[in-house]
């Protein structure tokens, strides 16, 4: 293994200049398409950054980092979905999501009709959300329209095209925080997440439909819509687009499918360092990894 490592809190390994497999992930100031490895402008300044938030969120980091170990690409897309979901909600009921619910205090989700609009044209199936309000935050009402409309490509053969966007200024900003810690308990919501799951679904379809079942994303694209998107059998990407896994700073990691997802597109360390460092990356950046596939 690579000697030249930093052991942050909560187990997390990261090697520094010559990629490592066995590492959390690698950092260098060198460019690289090596999957273990990011390039960033200064390691001793991504480092400390880095060192700071694993030491605020050493549990959440943690369970990421282990998620993400133990996820096997060659694996079900079910086995990898179950173990995140399981994995989240003992974050969920952990001290560092309690202290940011304290933090954010009480919240509302304002009711907000048609959360997602589909449309069929012939064999196409076209699926937007629709909060532009809110960067399309992804709400329960969201994920239950989302669901009865990616139903219509699952039960109809004759579908052979599914295009996903978002209307307004972003595809999709993620969860919707008001209705964070809003949940029954832990293990209903680890249910309700796996029983009804878009993640699921697209997989299904995109293995049916390969680079035809699409997503079209602009504006910001991040976490949970980040994470669906990933499912699909191609990507296309705004060239402002702005892709991120935030979910660290709630004392949690990606649970709409990401580390499933986006560690099939990019690998284990890429996806590790964007849930742990909380970065944002473009559209080039994304192209560059194969988070994307076309930018236009």
């Known amino acids: 293994m690579n000697t030249d490592a930093v052991a942050l809190a909560g187990g997390v390994l990261v090697a520094l200049g010559s990629p490592s497999d066995e590492a959390t992930f690698t950092l260098t100031e060198d460019a690289t ?15 400390a950054e880095l060192t700071e938030r694993c030491l ?35 974050l969920q009921s952990g001290p560092e999501f309690a202290r940011w619910l304290a933090e954010r ?24 959300f629709n909060r532009s309000q809110r960067h399309n935050a ?5 994920r239950a329209a989302l669901l009865e409309a990616l139903e219509v490509a699952r039960l109809d053969p004759s579908v052979d095209e599914v295009v996903l966007a978002g209307n307004g200024p ?23 997440r796996t029983r009804h799951s878009p993640a699921l679904v697209l997989d299904e379809i995109t293995a049916r439909l390969g680079s035809a079942c699409r997503a079209e994303v602009h504006g ?40 499933v997802s986006i560690s099939r597109r990019i690998g284990r360390w890429r996806t590790a360092y964007l849930v742990l460092s909380g970065r944002s990356i473009d559209a080039a950046t994304a192209l560059r990894w194969g988070l994307v596939d076309e930018i236009g």
């Not at 004392?251 to 580390?259: M, R, Y």
Request: proline share 8%; hydrophobic share 40%.
């Open 33 to 47: 398409d090596d999957r273990r490895a990011v390039t960033v402008a200064s390691v001793p300044e991504a480092l």
């Open 56 to 90: 605020r969120w050493p549990q959440a980091a943690a369970i990421c980092d282990d998620v993400l170990r133990a996820f096997d690409p060659a694996a079900s897309t079910f086995a990898g979905v179950i173990t995140e979901s399981l994995a989240y909600s003992t």
């Open 105 to 128: 205090g009480p919240a509302k989700v304002p009711g907000i009709p048609n959360p997602v609009v589909a449309q069929r044209d012939g064999n196409r199936l076209s699926i937007r």
């Open 138 to 142: 992804f709400s329960t009402d969201a």
């Open 170 to 192: 972003s595809f999709c900003s993620g969860g919707d925080l008001g209705e964070f810690g809003t949940f029954a308990d832990p293990a209903g919501a680890h249910v309700a």
């Open 220 to 259: 910001q694209v991040q976490g949970s819509g980040l994470e669906m998107a990933a499912f699909c059998g191609w990507v296309r990407c705004d060239p402002d687009a702005v892709l991120g896994l935030p979910e660290l700073t709630l004392g949690l990691i990606p649970g709409a499918g990401g580390t």
